[in-house]
Antibody, heavy 112, light 107 residues
Framework: EVQLEESGGGLVQPGGSLRLSCAAS????????MSWFRQAPGKGLEWVSS????????YYADSVKGRFTISRDKSKNTVFLQMNSLRAEDTAVYFC?????WGQGRLVTVSS | DIQMTQSPSSLSASVGDRVTITCRAS??????LAWFQQKPGKAPKSLIS???SLQSGVPSKFSGSGSGTDFTLTISSLQPEDSATYYC?????????FGQGTRLEIK
């Protein structure tokens, strides 16, 4: 069974940084692309970033390009989302996903 | 970017009814279309991928169809637990995009 467990997140001031982690199990990690999605309070779903199975390909939404970095560690079966220069509009629940299977999500709040 | 237009934005139906939600892509996406169900405070749950393939464990009351630009999700024999917001998602190309969601209320 695919399991995805996110960690990290919390409250950060505008301009600050946070790193989200997603520990994966139940499948051959390096065979699959991994993604991050988010959902702002009361809003719809938004794709944030994806990384190929090898880690050689990374993709970003325009709204986070240049500020967020996705990476993966195959030795730890973990995918990361490094978020820098955070803005109030980045406040959301962030979900890790393997294809159509999503983790439970972590809340990131950007506020002074 | 591929825009996904979902309709209706909300609907109300009775127990036992059948409802259909539609999703239109701004350009052809073959069958790279998924449907998700989301209940308040929970992560989205995938119901259907590849436009019509039911995910493991999802009841057969959910069905999907379509290809190219026009897609539908049909839910039959509505029960109170089907009350949720439903989203379509295209994964044909980046950026991955979603419809705006359909809020389903069971009367």
């Amino acid at each position: 069974e695919v399991q995805l467990e996110e960690s990290g997140g919390g409250l950060v001031q505008p301009g600050g940084s946070l790193r989200l982690s997603c520990a994966a199990s139940g499948f051959i990690f390096f065979n699959f692309a991994m993604s991050w999605f988010r959902q702002a309070p009361g809003k719809g779903l938004e794709w944030v970033s994806s990384i190929s199975g090898s880690g050689g390909g990374t993709y970003y939404a325009d709204s986070v390009k240049g500020r967020f970095t996705i990476s993966r560690d195959k030795s730890k079966n973990t995918v990361f989302l490094q978020m820098n220069s955070l803005r109030a509009e980045d406040t959301a629940v962030y979900f890790c996903a393997k294809e159509r299977v999503w983790g439970q999500g972590r809340l990131v709040t950007v506020s002074s | 970017d591929i825009q996904m237009t979902q309709s209706p934005s909300s609907l109300s139906a009775s127990v036992g009814d059948r409802v259909t939600i539609t999703c239109r892509a701004s350009q052809g996406i073959s069958t790279f279309l998924a449907w998700f169900q989301q209940k308040p405070g929970k992560a989205p749950k995938s119901l259907i991928s590849a436009a019509s393939s039911l995910q493991s464990g999802v009841p057969s009351k959910f069905s999907g169809s379509g290809s190219g630009t026009d897609f539908t999700l049909t839910i039959s024999s509505l029960q109170p637990e089907d009350s949720a917001t439903y989203y379509c998602q295209q994964y044909d190309s980046y950026p991955i995009t979603f419809g705006q969601g359909t809020r389903l209320e069971i009367k």
